[in-house]
């Protein structure tokens, strides 16, 4: 494969042979920002990718994500071709013609789509283009996702190549305290989606399985009492795609493009008339706790074995305390227990978490929220962290 970009793509940062061993490229979906020294550059919004300074010889380009659960690289888009020297090797640039007929598209790996189609990845901030054995590129958490264009395969590459988009297209909900309706699309080859939401403090629901129709579009209900425990205002909605990797066929889990939705709890209902002679007006239930102590590492199976152990003042006001120990997109133990003695030290030994499930060397979030309802936690909470060991 002769991998030559043509003039024009990738906003006028071609060079000709003779001044492309002196490019020094950055994303080119972002000129100027994060700039760093590299001879790839990537556009994010065109889904496109340039190398320049190879040897001549066999190359390969892959496009990588991190693992939601793991944060190991999934391979989500991949090129091989022979490099020459003086010419830059590209992805996603130069449509098949008969002088070039398999142009730069990208490939599908070890992947079997419909029709021997390629997999084009739908490129996005924080993903790493990487030449096996040589340069690697992240792409700045900064970078638009669009200049406009759709994005995905070029004119010509769109018939042998599908475009591999995970994005969540509608988060509704009907009104407040009601669930959250949720819909998108998945890529070609996803074998299942779940659907979780996260708030402006980084507290995230647990997730929910979505239903995934075999054109890849896919619904979801995120009930209303899996989103008690996150505060209202803006909320940001993500995908878990369950995806093979290109190069291995592994199953990974790799985010996608997120939406925002705006959550509130239902207003109080008005407030009765007070009786004809009223007593003194009682004292408002004060709902905050305060005094959270807790390790700062622990060993996963000393977790399963429910001894880490989590200490805090009850405040006044408080029948029922929930203690929920998380990172995003996995909640580990959750525990709903009564309240101790108000103004007293309570402490909760969380049980219920799996020490198969604990990822070692992570960092997990405890928080702690009391509340008059077992089943709404909608006040302030008390936040620490974790290593597990």
């Given at each position: 494969?002769?991998?030559i970009?043509?003039?024009?793509?990738?906003?006028?940062?071609?060079?000709?042979?003779?001044?492309?061993?002196?490019?020094?490229?950055?994303a080119?979906?972002?000129?100027?920002?994060?700039?760093?020294?590299?001879?790839?550059?990537?556009?994010?919004?065109?889904?496109?990718?340039?190398?320049?300074?190879?040897?001549?010889?066999?190359?390969?380009?892959?496009?990588?994500?991190?693992d939601?659960?793991?944060?190991?690289?999934?391979?989500?888009?991949?090129?091989?071709?022979?490099?020459?020297?003086?010419?830059?090797?590209?992805?996603?640039?130069?449509?098949?013609?008969?002088?070039?007929?398999?142009?730069?598209?990208?490939?599908?790996?070890?992947?079997?789509?419909?029709?021997?189609?390629?997999?084009?990845?739908?490129?996005?901030?924080?993903?790493?283009?990487?030449?096996?054995?040589?340069?690697?590129?992240?792409?700045?958490?900064?970078?638009?996702?669009?200049?406009?264009?759709?994005?995905?395969?070029?004119?010509?590459?769109?018939?042998?190549?599908?475009?591999?988009?995970?994005?969540?297209?509608?988060?509704?909900?009907?009104?407040?305290?009601?669930?959250?309706?949720?819909?998108?699309?998945?890529?070609?080859?996803?074998?299942?989606?779940?659907?979780?939401?996260?708030?402006?403090?980084?507290?995230?629901?647990?997730?929910?399985?979505?239903?995934?129709a075999?054109?890849?579009?896919?619904?979801?209900?995120?009930?209303?009492?899996?989103?008690?425990?996150?505060?209202?205002?803006?909320?940001?909605?993500?995908?878990?795609?369950?995806?093979?990797?290109?190069?291995?066929?592994?199953?990974?889990?790799?985010?996608?493009?997120?939406?925002?939705?705006?959550?509130?709890?239902?207003?109080?209902?008005?407030?009765?008339?007070?009786?004809?002679?009223?007593?003194?007006?009682?004292?408002?239930?004060?709902?905050?706790?305060?005094?959270?102590?807790?390790?700062?590492?622990?060993?996963?199976?000393?977790?399963?074995?429910?001894?880490?152990?989590?200490?805090?003042?009850?405040?006044?006001?408080?029948?029922?305390v929930?203690?929920?120990?998380w990172?995003?997109?996995?909640?580990?133990?959750?525990n709903?227990?009564?309240?101790?003695?108000?103004?007293?030290?309570?402490?909760?030994?969380?049980?219920?978490?799996?020490?198969?499930?604990?990822?070692k060397?992570?960092?997990?979030?405890?928080?702690?929220?009391?509340?008059?309802?077992?089943?709404?936690?909608?006040?302030?909470?008390?936040?620490?962290?974790?290593?597990?060991?």
């Open positions: 494969m002769h991998n970009t043509s003039p024009g793509r990738l906003n006028g940062r071609r060079v000709v042979p003779a001044a492309a061993a002196a490019l020094t490229a950055v080119l979906a972002a000129p100027g920002a994060n700039a760093q020294t590299s001879p790839i550059a990537v556009d994010v919004a065109q889904d496109s990718v340039l190398v320049t300074g190879l040897p001549f010889g066999q190359a390969k380009l892959q496009i990588t994500r991190p939601l659960r793991t944060g190991s690289p999934v391979v989500i888009g991949e090129i091989s071709g022979l490099s020459l020297f003086g010419f830059p090797f590209g992805a996603n640039t130069t449509a098949p013609t008969l002088l070039n007929p398999l142009g730069d598209c990208w490939q599908a790996g070890v992947l079997a789509l419909a029709n021997n189609a390629g997999l084009t990845p739908d490129i996005l901030p924080g993903d790493t283009a990487t030449v096996v054995g040589g340069p690697t590129y992240t792409v700045p958490a900064d970078t638009p996702l669009s200049n406009g264009s759709p994005g995905g395969p070029i004119s010509g590459c769109d018939t042998v190549s599908l475009f591999g988009k995970n994005i969540v297209t509608d988060a509704q909900f009907s009104g407040p305290g009601t669930d959250l309706a949720v819909a998108g699309h998945a890529q070609p080859g996803a074998k299942a989606v779940s659907v979780f939401v996260k708030d402006a403090n980084g507290v995230a629901s647990e997730p929910v399985d979505a239903t995934l075999a054109d890849g579009s896919y619904t979801a209900t995120v009930p209303v009492a899996k989103l008690a425990g996150l505060a209202d205002g803006k909320v940001t909605v993500a995908g878990d795609y369950n995806i093979p990797d290109v190069a291995t066929g592994t199953l990974a889990h790799v985010g996608g493009v997120t939406m925002e939705a705006e959550k509130s709890t239902p207003a109080a209902p008005p407030r009765s008339e007070p009786p004809a002679n009223p007593g003194p007006p009682a004292a408002p239930a004060k709902i905050a706790l305060s005094g959270l102590f807790m390790r700062s590492a622990i060993k996963a199976k000393s977790v399963a074995a429910g001894k880490l152990r989590v200490s805090f003042i009850t405040p006044t006001g408080a029948q029922f929930r203690v929920r120990l990172r995003p997109g996995q909640t580990a133990a959750l709903v227990v009564a309240a101790g003695t108000p103004g007293k030290r309570q402490t909760v030994a969380l049980t219920g978490a799996k020490a198969s499930k604990l990822k060397g992570a960092t997990y979030n405890v928080t702690v929220s009391a509340s008059p309802l077992k089943t709404m936690f909608v006040g302030p909470s008390l936040r620490a962290k974790v290593r597990i060991r």
